[in-house]
């Protein structure tokens, strides 16, 4: 596979074959449909280090306006391989939304989601692009 494909997608038999390995460390980035996992109920969780950005289980990172309560969806930047994190991007920057919170927000410009966050949800090839 190695040169050729650039994604693979899969049923998820598939992953019980010791080729996921080669595939997940190898040449392609593996996305794998998931179900909603979280058993308490949340809708949202708060990412990491941020006070107000908040992500659910299919990958979807969001922030909230801290006056209006607002909650927006960011737009996604890119992988960053050496840090291991996915970075996303502020929508009333990015898009020019409105936003009451704008100058005083903590999400200067963009935030960076790493993938360990939770491995499942956020993986190289963001789910939500």
């Not at 909603?36 to 990412?47: A, F, H, L, N, S």
Request: glycine share 6%; proline share 4%; charged share 25%.
């Amino acid at each position: 596979m190695r040169g050729r494909v650039p994604h693979a997608a899969t049923q998820i038999a598939w992953n019980l074959d010791a080729r996921l390995n080669t595939v997940r460390h190898g040449c392609c980035r593996t996305l794998i449909a998931i179900r909603d996992c979280w058993q308490d109920g949340e809708k949202t969780r708060r990412v990491s280090n941020t006070r107000n950005v908040v992500c659910d289980y299919e990958g979807t990172v969001s922030c909230v306006c801290l006056r209006a309560g607002v909650q927006r969806r960011m737009a996604y930047a890119g992988f960053e391989a050496a840090r291991g994190t996915l970075r996303y991007r502020c929508p009333a920057r990015h898009c020019g939304l409105p936003c009451k919170s704008v100058e005083s927000c903590p999400v200067r410009s963009a935030v960076r989601v790493k993938l360990a966050e939770d491995r499942r949800v956020f993986t190289p090839l963001a789910r939500s692009s």
